[in-house]
């Protein structure tokens, strides 16, 4: 078994001042993480307005599994064109590990 895991570091557009408008870049780009099958929610960054975390965990049985996986999340999340995608930090947990 296989777990990975990724952060994104996101910074919003300047028109999200508040929760309202916060959400409404956040919540498009978690559903659609989730088509890919994985766990997704924002995990960092919750006082910030201008910025949000999100993560991604996926579990699998093979190694290569998970990072195409990791691939395609990271692909979709820098592809938004009203958000800048500012770091992504990705690990993979093996048995060993």
């Known amino acids: ?3 990975g895991t990724a952060l994104f570091d996101l910074l919003l557009p300047g028109d999200s001042r508040s929760l309202k408008a916060k959400r409404s870049y956040v919540r498009p780009i978690v559903a659609a993480l989730r088509r890919f099958e994985v766990s997704a929610a ?5 006082d910030l307005l201008g910025r949000a975390e999100i ?15 990791l691939d395609s999340c990271e692909r979709l999340v820098a592809a938004r064109p ?4 500012l770091s992504v930090r990705r690990d993979l947990h093996t048995p060993e590990t």
Do not use: F, K, S
């Open 1 to 3: 078994m296989y777990t």
């Open 55 to 69: 993560g991604v965990a996926v579990v699998a049985a093979e190694a290569a599994h998970v990072r195409d996986v």
């Open 82 to 85: 009203e958000i800048d995608l």
């Open 42 to 46: 924002e995990v960092g960054a919750l």
